[in-house]
């Protein structure tokens, strides 16, 4: 497996030896996105941020390609209240829109998500859907702009249809609703 290592402005690629093991080390105190790819399966993305001397084992079974698979991009980010991607979506955005360059008989629905009521300055179940429906056209645009085949992407809205936490207490469970599906087609 190839495993991709963002730290803000710097990138590192690590490949698992033939047990799938790796490792690495990082100074400080670091916010790091792990993708780890292999040919012939959907990529995982995870994101920790470091403390000194800190250690994370983390075990990852990548779905191969032909499985049913749906997935959350839990790296993509919009401005409060609006379909605008942010900045800090940018390698995520990136990775699915490789991948997708890499896998030409894959197709993907988009489905898009709102979190609650008031807190994304939606305040009706229809405001909800429009605003997630926006942002799955957003991500759908992206792909789009990078010359992936619109006869490979849909995309739909979910407004507050589908939370995951019905009545979120904390921000966390918040965030997890406010998100972007997506699920692999097969052709």
Do not use: W
């Amino acid at each position: 497996a190839m495993i991709t290592i963002d730290k803000g402005l710097l990138q590192d690629t690590l490949y698992a030896d033939l047990n799938g093991d790796y490792s690495f080390y990082l100074s400080g105190r670091r916010e790091v996105t792990f993708t780890i790819s292999s040919p012939g399966h959907f990529y995982k993305e995870f994101h920790y941020t470091f403390n000194r001397d800190d250690v994370i084992e983390q075990k990852v079974l990548l779905k191969g390609l032909g499985q049913a698979t749906k997935t959350t991009l839990r790296q993509i980010f919009f401005k409060e209240g609006t379909a605008l991607i942010t900045s800090s979506s940018k390698y995520s955005m990136m990775r699915l829109c490789n991948f997708m360059k890499s896998n030409p008989n894959v197709s993907i629905d988009i489905s898009g998500h709102a979190g609650l009521p008031h807190k994304d300055g939606v305040y009706s179940n229809l405001s909800a859907f429009e605003l997630s429906l926006q942002r799955a056209k957003a991500v759908h645009d992206y792909l789009l702009k990078n010359n992936v085949d619109p006869e490979r992407l849909s995309y739909k809205g979910y407004g507050f249809l589908d939370m995951m936490h019905k009545n979120p207490k904390k921000d966390a469970q918040h965030m997890a609703n406010r998100r972007i599906e997506i699920e692999l087609v097969y052709e």
